[in-house]
């Protein structure tokens, strides 16, 4: 292993790209629960980097793959000029289970992986980055899916509460 090597100190809150290859999903049952990783093989400097963020730290991770050759293909671009406000809004619903709710899946009749452009249709947009929270709770409440409009007032309150946290 190479010291010359500087480690680049992965910021809380910031996203950062590396690079992997050679995905090896894995599991295994302990006494104390099933456990599911993944090993990839990366540069020695992500790694070297990876080591910054602490042990009890949770990641998010969104995931491309791609045969190697082309991965500016593979990886979808958005204007920025098309990007709205509300785009960690949409992110939190997202990573609370929107796409995996079955009243959404009824009323949109479709897959949890087509969600999101189900709802592209229907609020005819190409990034729901534009679409308000109050828009949406419309929506919902127009569609009587009262349980999601509860979720996405609970996503709008924990934004509310970083934003208040983050200002002290």
Not at 9 to 32: C, E, Y
Not at 141 to 155: A, C, D, H, Y
Request: proline fraction near 5%; charge should be negative.
């Amino acid at each position: 292993m190479s010291k010359d090597i500087p480690a680049e100190i992965l910021a809380a809150n910031t996203p950062a790209q590396f690079t992997g290859r050679n995905v090896r999903p894995k599991f295994r049952r302990l006494r104390s629960g099933d456990l599911w990783t993944i090993e990839i093989e990366i540069e020695e400097s992500v790694w070297q980097s990876l080591r910054t963020i602490p042990e009890t730290a949770f990641i998010e991770i969104t995931l491309w793959h791609h045969d190697g050759d082309t991965p500016e293909q593979s990886t979808p671009k958005i204007n920025e000029n098309e990007k709205g406000p509300w785009g960690d809004y949409w992110h939190s619903l997202f990573r609370d289970g929107l796409s995996y709710s079955l009243e959404i899946r009824e009323v949109l009749n479709c897959e949890p992986k087509d969600v999101r452009t189900k709802l592209h249709e229907v609020f005819q947009v190409s990034t729901l980055t534009n679409v308000s929270p109050d828009r949406f709770v419309t929506w919902l409440n127009q569609k009587r899916l009262f349980g999601l409009v509860t979720l996405s007032r609970q996503v709008e309150h924990r934004m509310i509460e970083f934003e208040e946290r983050a200002n002290r």
